[in-house]
């Protein structure tokens, strides 16, 4: 780009562009871009002025988020949004050594810590100004809710068909028996409505909702490590981002983005790295501290949040290249899914 000053520059852009007159009933009910632009435009900045109001230094004040530097919403009419482009920056996705997008313990631990902080923040500026996000932004509810609809829960029972279908084709001995048990976790639209609803039910003893990402896992995580090795992440894809109970992101992290022997490793390690950087978070603004009972119920929400976490996560199996593999990892997700008590 040619400057009025006679010099050059380049400047690197991510756009997103919603098509005019998108024919999807639930695209007319409920519009991800607006859902977006609010997050970006709206949310983040309040959460911003409130940490700098509460004294904590600029850096403190800043989420792994690209930046936003243009948006426009109206109707039926299209959208853009146009983001800082973070690729440029040396940002992108991690794979493993055998070119799965599973995240190494490091990148999972840095996804931890940063959501846990943005989840933090979230109940922080609505406890400390008595407010609700989702009353002040409704599409956060509305997005909460996005899975229970007609279209998208119809859309979720032919990922359960593909995926049985895959556990069917399975040689292992007892892979009929799992078969059944994930059919009878799965057995109805109303089971699956239930556990979309669950997420956004009242969570217990700290009454405040947070900030959830929504689709928190390897796809929409961007990384590059600096220097000295340490890994920087970049969340992205917002649209989802809704207000539900703190741990449905974090069991989505862990039962979508790592290998089995990852999570059989590191899953309580990750976790209590998470919880450890939400109780400082929320100690650290205003002294809103929490107990060791407040602790344990969201551990229990942790635990509840994984038969959800684990379904949608049998959706990124259909994405696998290879059906061989696909087949095993149907199976090997079932079976530590019957080893964890979550089917």
Not at 11 to 16: D, S
Not at 59 to 70: A, G, K, S
Not at 139 to 147: I, K, N, P, Q, V
Request: aromatic residues 10%; hydrophobic residues 35%.
């Amino acid at each position: 780009m040619e400057l009025t000053d006679g010099s050059e520059a380049a400047y690197n852009w991510f756009v997103k562009v919603r098509p005019d007159n998108v024919n999807s009933d639930i695209t007319q009910q409920f519009n991800i871009f607006k859902n977006e632009i609010e997050f970006y435009q709206k949310i983040v900045p309040e959460m911003k002025a409130f940490l700098l109001a509460e004294g904590c230094d600029p850096e403190y004040t800043e989420f792994e988020i690209p930046e936003i530097l243009y948006a426009r919403e109206e109707g039926d009419d299209g959208a853009i949004i146009i983001l800082k482009d973070i690729l440029s920056e040396g940002y992108s996705h991690e794979r493993d050594e055998n070119g799965d997008k599973f995240l190494s313990v490091e990148a999972a631990l840095a996804a931890a810590r940063s959501i846990a902080k943005l989840h933090a923040v979230s109940v922080a500026i609505q406890e400390n100004q008595q407010v609700d996000l989702a009353e002040e932004h409704p599409t956060l509810a509305e997005s909460g809710m996005l899975w229970t609809q007609r279209e998208m829960t119809q859309r979720l029972e032919v990922m359960k068909n593909s995926y049985c279908d895959l556990l069917s084709q399975s040689s292992e001995l007892d892979s009929p028996t799992l078969l059944k048990r994930f059919r009878r976790m799965f057995d109805s639209e109303s089971r699956l409505i239930e556990l979309c609803e669950n997420r956004c039910k009242s969570p217990g003893p700290r009454s405040t909702f947070s900030i959830q990402h929504g689709d928190f896992h390897f796809n929409n995580l961007m990384f590059k490590k600096t220097e000295t090795g340490q890994y920087k992440v970049m969340i992205v894809d917002w649209q989802l981002t809704y207000t539900g109970k703190a741990t449905g992101d974090l069991s989505y992290l862990l039962l979508s983005s790592l290998s089995h022997q990852n999570r059989e490793d590191y899953e309580e390690h990750i976790k209590n790295e998470y919880f450890s950087v939400y109780r400082a978070t929320l100690d650290k603004l205003a002294d809103l501290r929490m107990s060791n009972a407040e602790v344990s119920t969201m551990k229990e929400e942790y635990t509840d949040s994984l038969p959800l976490s684990f379904f949608f996560s049998c959706g990124n199996i259909m994405a696998g290249e290879h059906e061989d593999r696909n087949v095993q990892f149907s199976y090997d997700m079932c079976k530590e899914a019957v080893m964890k008590e979550i089917i």
